[in-house]
């Protein structure tokens, strides 16, 4: 073969190789441009009623956190992702509870849980989040006596919330009380605490009643109240119970009487707007919407932006929202969204917010908390007044008694429920 021959050869192969490069790229073009790689959500799992009794408390926790997620998105998201909130409505049944937090551990993969408002509803899923090393964040007060390596508590221990608030009370009012409640661990445990403080200066409790966070019927309570008049009562009612309670107080005419309580917070308030305040109702927590700072100013004026202007934040709502805040700042520090990693490092952040400085004890995993005493206004809102002195580092286990003596009672509590519980729905 020539010279000239190899070159023809070589020059029509090399036309024929522009030609099928033309093609390819004539096809591309067709196709446009690539869209970009939207990446993987970071997916945030909530456990929360949006219907059944708590309904009315709960819907305000997950509009806190839907807003924290928002602002976070706006800002970039976490890691170059997005993050994405998975919500399963409890119900106000902790049994459902449970099994909606199983199923977003497992099937729906998130990186974090927040989720609950009864103590019941945690302690149902603490063994599902302890089973799959996860991690959740609880923001209610509650009676304590709990410590979980998988559980971040957000809301007031004991020595925040009861404890601080009975004590204010049985100065300013005196030492005869009455107990009502709602019948699940929470109530009881909390009026423990109360009948020890009690005692402690040598007063009575005149009363002790438990009804269902449904209960309506409030006559025979009022019966009594009106025989024994006690100098105060402390109210560890929850849900829409309290609406029938301070409706019944007002009809048999016992406004005189002060009332104390532990789970009504400014949307509880605002949902007996219907009914003429109780002149002398004290609530306790560690944020109260009336609160000055600018910080909570800024807060408030963003949620009711979001919500409309008419709803009310509360300490719950806020301690949902500095949560997720809490839980993104430890996400960007450690560079990963791994619940395991998370929770080997998450104690040693802080973040500011609306109630100030989020902080949490490594210790114990509680967050050191301010006391509030508030005084319930016509217009839904409270007239608040600091207990404390400053940041209250949590006790979980109060030192009134041994902490293998808290652990004794909780057991007996648990199972005295547990076997009424049997006893009022007997398997067929």
């Given at each position: 073969?020539?010279?000239s021959?190899?070159?023809?050869?070589?020059?029509?192969f090399?036309?024929?190789l522009?030609?099928?490069?033309?093609?390819?790229?004539?096809?591309?073009?067709?196709?446009?441009?690539?869209?970009?790689?939207t990446?993987?959500?970071?997916?945030?799992?909530v456990?929360?009623?949006?219907?059944?009794?708590m309904?009315?408390?709960?819907?305000?926790?997950?509009?806190a956190?839907?807003l924290?997620i928002?602002?976070?998105?706006?800002?970039?998201?976490?890691?170059?992702?997005?993050?994405?909130?998975?919500?399963?409505?409890?119900?106000?049944?902790?049994?459902?509870?449970?099994?909606?937090?199983?199923?977003?551990?497992?099937?729906?993969?998130?990186?974090?849980?927040?989720?609950?408002?009864?103590?019941?509803?945690?302690?149902a899923?603490?063994?599902?989040?302890?089973?799959?090393?996860?991690?959740?964040?609880?923001?209610?007060?509650?009676?304590?006596?709990?410590?979980?390596?998988?559980?971040?508590?957000?809301?007031?221990?004991?020595?925040?919330?009861?404890?601080?608030?009975?004590?204010?009370?049985?100065?300013?009012?005196?030492?005869?009380?009455?107990?009502?409640?709602?019948?699940?661990?929470?109530?009881?445990?909390?009026?423990?605490?109360?009948?020890?403080?009690?005692?402690m200066?040598?007063?009575?409790?005149?009363?002790?009643?438990?009804?269902?966070?449904?209960?309506g019927?409030?006559?025979?309570?009022?019966?009594?109240?009106?025989?024994?008049?006690?100098?105060?009562?402390?109210?560890?009612?929850?849900?829409?119970?309290?609406?029938?309670?301070?409706?019944?107080?007002?009809?048999?005419?016992?406004?005189?009487?002060p009332v104390?309580?532990?789970?009504?917070a400014?949307?509880?308030?605002?949902?007996?707007?219907?009914l003429?305040p109780?002149?002398?109702?004290?609530?306790?927590?560690?944020?109260?919407?009336?609160?000055?700072?600018?910080?909570?100013?800024?807060?408030?004026?963003?949620f009711?932006?979001?919500?409309?202007?008419?709803?009310?934040?509360?300490?719950?709502l806020?301690?949902?929202y500095q949560?997720?805040?809490l839980?993104?700042a430890?996400?960007?520090?450690?560079?990963t969204?791994?619940?395991?990693?998370?929770?080997?490092?998450?104690?040693?952040?802080?973040?500011?917010?609306?109630?100030?400085i989020?902080?949490?004890?490594?210790?114990?995993?509680?967050?050191?908390?301010?006391?509030?005493?508030?005084?319930?206004?016509?217009?839904?809102?409270?007239?608040?007044?600091?207990?404390?002195?400053g940041?209250?580092?949590?006790?979980p286990?109060p030192?009134?008694?041994?902490?293998?003596?808290w652990?004794?009672?909780?057991?007996?509590?648990?199972?005295?429920?547990?076997?009424?519980?049997?006893?009022?729905?007997?398997?067929?």
């Open positions: 073969m020539d010279e021959t190899t070159m023809a050869r070589t020059f029509r090399g036309l024929l522009l030609a099928l490069i033309g093609v390819g790229f004539a096809s591309l073009s067709l196709l446009g441009p690539r869209a970009p790689v990446p993987a959500p970071i997916r945030i799992g456990v929360h009623a949006l219907s059944g009794a309904a009315e408390s709960e819907r305000g926790l997950v509009d956190l839907r924290a928002d602002e976070l998105n706006s800002a970039g998201g976490l890691l170059g992702r997005p993050l994405e909130l998975i919500l399963i409505d409890s119900r106000s049944d902790w049994t459902l509870a449970a099994a909606a937090a199983e199923r977003l551990i497992t099937e729906e993969k998130v990186s974090a849980l927040f989720a609950c408002w009864t103590s019941s509803c945690r302690r899923l603490k063994p599902v989040v302890e089973a799959h090393q996860h991690l959740m964040f609880y923001p209610l007060q509650y009676e304590g006596l709990e410590q979980s390596p998988r559980i971040l508590y957000l809301g007031a221990a004991p020595n925040q919330q009861i404890i601080p608030g009975a004590r204010w009370a049985l100065d300013r009012f005196g030492t005869r009380v009455y107990l009502v409640g709602s019948d699940y661990i929470f109530p009881r445990l909390a009026n423990q605490f109360i009948r020890d403080l009690t005692n200066v040598d007063g009575t409790v005149v009363a002790e009643h438990y009804v269902s966070m449904n209960e019927d409030f006559s025979a309570i009022m019966t009594d109240l009106g025989e024994q008049m006690p100098d105060v009562v402390f109210n560890t009612l929850n849900g829409i119970a309290n609406r029938s309670f301070f409706d019944a107080l007002s009809q048999a005419g016992l406004t005189q009487i104390v309580s532990f789970s009504v400014e949307p509880e308030l605002r949902a007996m707007k219907h003429p109780h002149p002398l109702h004290f609530a306790v927590w560690g944020y109260f919407q009336s609160l000055p700072s600018e910080a909570n100013r800024a807060f408030v004026a963003a009711q932006q979001r919500y409309g202007p008419d709803r009310t934040t509360s300490d719950p806020v301690a949902s949560g997720v805040k839980w993104a430890a996400v960007a520090e450690a560079g969204d791994n619940p395991r990693q998370i929770n080997r490092t998450i104690t040693r952040m802080s973040v500011a917010g609306p109630s100030g989020l902080v949490l004890d490594a210790g114990t995993r509680h967050a050191w908390r301010r006391v509030y005493v508030g005084q319930a206004r016509a217009d839904g809102q409270f007239d608040a007044a600091e207990l404390s002195a940041l209250v580092r949590p006790l286990f030192p009134l008694r041994s902490r293998d003596e652990l004794a009672l909780v057991a007996t509590v648990a199972a005295t429920m547990h076997n009424a519980a049997i006893t009022a729905n007997p398997t067929p």
